[in-house]
C-alpha cells in the first residue's frame, strides 16, 4: 500500500526553524518528482519546493529561495524540508506528493500533477 506521512510540523516563532519529513511507505522512491505544497487558511494551494530522487536537482518557489532547503534519503526512504527564518506567512498546512519522474527538476516539472498525497501537517510560525 503506497502511503506518504509528513512529520515535523508543529509552532515556532518567527525567525525560528523546522524540518518536515515526508516517510515513503509501500514503494521505493526511486524516480520520482517529490513536491511539497502548502495550503493557508483561506488561500489556494501552492508549491513551495521539489526534489528529483533521480539526480538531486531542486526547485524552490521564490518565498522560500535562500529560506528552504529540499533533500532526500535514499536510505530512509523519505525527503526532508528543512524551513529557516521562519515567517507568518509561512503559516499553513504543508503536504508531500509524489509522481514517477526523471525529469530534471524545474519550475514546471514541480508543478505538474502529482498521484500520491500525504494527509499533512501543520505549520503554525508565530509569537
Known amino acids: 500500500q503506497v502511503q506518504l506521512v509528513e512529520s515535523g510540523g508543529g509552532l515556532v516563532q518567527p525567525g525560528g526553524s523546522l524540518r518536515l519529513s515526508c516517510a515513503a511507505s509501500g514503494f521505493t522512491l526511486d524516480y520520482y518528482a517529490i513536491g511539497w505544497f502548502r495550503q493557508a487558511p483561506g488561500k489556494e494551494r501552492e508549491g513551495v519546493s521539489c526534489?528529483?530522487?533521480?539526480?538531486?536537482?531542486?526547485y524552490y518557489a521564490d518565498s522560500v529561495k535562500g529560506r528552504f532547503n529540499n533533500s532526500f534519503d535514499s536510505y530512509k526512504n523519505t525527503v526532508y524540508l528543512q524551513m529557516n527564518s521562519l515567517e507568518p506567512e509561512d503559516t499553513a498546512l504543508y503536504y508531500c506528493?509524489?509522481?514517477?519522474?526523471?525529469?530534471?527538476?524545474?519550475?514546471?516539472?514541480?508543478?505538474?500533477?502529482?498521484?500520491?498525497w500525504g494527509q499533512g501537517t501543520r505549520v503554525t510560525v508565530s509569537s
Open positions: 526534489i528529483s530522487s533521480s539526480d538531486g536537482s531542486t
Open positions: 506528493a509524489v509522481r514517477g519522474s526523471v525529469a530534471k527538476m524545474n519550475r514546471v516539472v514541480c508543478m505538474s500533477p502529482y498521484v500520491y
